[in-house]
């Protein structure tokens, strides 16, 4: 992992505090984190990943995954929508160094420290939306979920169904300004944890893409090799916020419980705590070396194995934090303690892809020699 003098997690704990200084108040009214985007910008966080070549910070995988863990300690809301931000520029990293396109939106991203939304996640393997075929390119008309950070971001990478006459129901990826004409962030992310994320849903009316602009053409509905990328790069990213919950949890739980240590049950419930918590670390860190700092082919294999570890993770945290509040007692269902948060904020895990029971379904067809999607649906 990350070395403890890496300059990346050494930022993280000097910006921490000021994120937690605004965490429980953005968590309050449902408000957006603005003050850490703003920090992030300033510090030159959203492009620690990209290369140092392309005007970026160079951080390794490992060093981007230990950063968003430890920020989540101090704001988990602001770590998660800076993790999807992050999981766009590292499957555009694999591409650079794999010599695919990605040169031109990592040099962009690095010279204006921009943000970037992704709405991949909700749209899996079918897409929604529909595109019309125009001149130049294709009027899109879309509803896209879970756009997180979108209130401060520039740009989202999104996809769309597209009807080609000729070869058929295709899906097509393409990056869209938020400021584009036709484009509406809407304000309706109001959740029961990860409130500060700012997952608004982002509606598409008309908008124009050029033909330029399309950066992936693959079959609706089938598996692509693109998804053998991203499903490489992105779960370690996005799952690190929830190892920083667990471990803030069981952090809090250890310093209320510390007096009552002699009590057998105590005790007990420290230790099965810790066992969760090394369960989601573990299965967090199999993944990391999985993406094996962007040196991989993509593979089936490796996709599948990278979210049978997320199911893993997800599972582990959800109980660490669990164990946490039961070994708190009282204490921690008091909002000023904390652990209330962590406790909303982790069942948030869940929701990312593949939820659970689709993963379930994904990797036993995997196992029985099927073809990893069983039909076309959402």
């Given at each position: 992992?990350a070395?403890?003098?890496?300059?990346?997690?050494?930022?993280?704990?000097?910006?921490?505090?000021?994120?937690?200084?605004h965490?429980?108040?953005?968590?309050?009214?449902?408000?957006?984190?603005?003050?850490?985007?703003?920090?992030?910008?300033?510090?030159?966080?959203?492009?620690?990943?990209?290369?140092?070549?392309?005007?970026?910070?160079?951080?390794?995988?490992v060093?981007?995954?230990?950063?968003?863990?430890?920020?989540?300690?101090?704001?988990?809301?602001?770590?998660?929508?800076?993790?999807?931000h992050?999981?766009?520029?590292?499957?555009?990293?694999?591409?650079?160094?794999?010599?695919?396109?990605?040169?031109?939106?990592?040099?962009?991203?690095?010279?204006?420290?921009?943000?970037?939304?992704?709405?991949?996640?909700?749209?899996w393997?079918?897409s929604?939306?529909?595109?019309?075929?125009?001149?130049?390119?294709?009027?899109?008309?879309?509803r896209?979920?879970?756009?997180?950070?979108?209130?401060?971001?520039?740009?989202m990478?999104?996809?769309?169904?597209?009807?080609?006459?000729?070869?058929?129901?295709?899906?097509?990826?393409?990056?869209?300004?938020?400021?584009?004409?036709?484009?509406?962030?809407?304000?309706?992310?109001?959740?029961?944890?990860?409130?500060?994320?700012?997952?608004?849903?982002?509606?598409?009316?008309?908008?124009?893409?050029?033909?330029?602009?399309?950066?992936?053409?693959?079959?609706?509905?089938?598996?692509?090799?693109?998804?053998?990328?991203?499903?490489?790069?992105?779960?370690?990213?996005?799952?690190?916020?929830?190892?920083g919950?667990?471990?803030?949890?069981?952090?809090?739980?250890?310093?209320?419980?510390?007096?009552?240590?002699?009590?057998?049950?105590?005790?007990?419930?420290?230790?099965?705590?810790?066992?969760?918590?090394?369960?989601?670390r573990?299965?967090?860190?199999?993944?990391i070396?999985?993406?094996?700092?962007?040196?991989?082919?993509?593979?089936?294999?490796?996709?599948?194995?990278?979210?049978?570890?997320?199911?893993?993770?997800?599972?582990?945290?959800?109980?660490?934090?669990?164990?946490?509040a039961?070994?708190?007692?009282?204490?921690?269902?008091?909002?000023?303690?904390?652990?209330e948060?962590?406790?909303?904020d982790?069942?948030?895990?869940?929701?990312?892809?593949?939820?659970?029971?689709?993963?379930?379904?994904l990797?036993?067809?995997?196992?029985?020699?099927?073809?990893?999607?069983s039909?076309?649906?959402?």
């Amino acid at each position: 992992m990350a070395n403890e003098t890496s300059t990346w997690l050494a930022l993280a704990r000097e910006i921490g505090p000021e994120l937690a200084k605004h965490a429980a108040a953005h968590d309050a009214d449902g408000s957006f984190a603005v003050e850490a985007y703003r920090l992030f910008a300033e510090r030159k966080i959203f492009s620690m990943a990209v290369p140092k070549e392309l005007g970026g910070g160079g951080a390794s995988f490992v060093e981007v995954c230990e950063t968003l863990r430890e920020l989540a300690t101090f704001d988990a809301s602001a770590a998660l929508s800076l993790s999807m931000h992050t999981h766009l520029i590292a499957a555009t990293v694999w591409k650079h160094k794999h010599g695919k396109p990605g040169e031109a939106l990592l040099r962009k991203v690095a010279a204006a420290e921009l943000a970037l939304v992704s709405t991949g996640a909700s749209d899996w393997i079918d897409s929604n939306g529909e595109m019309k075929r125009v001149p130049g390119g294709y009027r899109v008309t879309a509803r896209k979920i879970f756009g997180s950070g979108s209130p401060a971001a520039a740009m989202m990478l999104a996809s769309a169904r597209y009807d080609d006459p000729e070869a058929g129901a295709q899906v097509l990826h393409f990056p869209v300004p938020l400021s584009a004409e036709g484009v509406t962030v809407t304000n309706d992310w109001d959740a029961h944890g990860m409130r500060a994320t700012g997952s608004h849903t982002i509606l598409l009316k008309d908008v124009f893409v050029p033909d330029a602009a399309i950066s992936v053409r693959r079959p609706a509905g089938k598996w692509d090799a693109s998804w053998s990328v991203v499903l490489t790069v992105a779960p370690p990213l996005y799952m690190a916020p929830y190892v920083g919950i667990a471990e803030k949890a069981a952090e809090l739980a250890y310093g209320a419980a510390r007096d009552r240590a002699d009590v057998p049950y105590v005790a007990l419930l420290a230790g099965e705590t810790e066992v969760e918590l090394a369960a989601a670390r573990t299965a967090w860190r199999a993944m990391i070396a999985r993406a094996n700092e962007y040196d991989f082919a993509p593979a089936l294999e490796t996709a599948n194995a990278q979210l049978v570890h997320k199911t893993l993770c997800a599972r582990a945290a959800i109980a660490t934090v669990d164990k946490a509040a039961e070994l708190a007692g009282g204490r921690g269902f008091f909002r000023s303690f904390g652990l209330e948060r962590l406790m909303r904020d982790v069942r948030a895990a869940a929701n990312h892809p593949l939820q659970e029971k689709r993963q379930h379904e994904l990797s036993g067809r995997i196992a029985l020699g099927r073809d990893p999607i069983s039909n076309a649906r959402v």
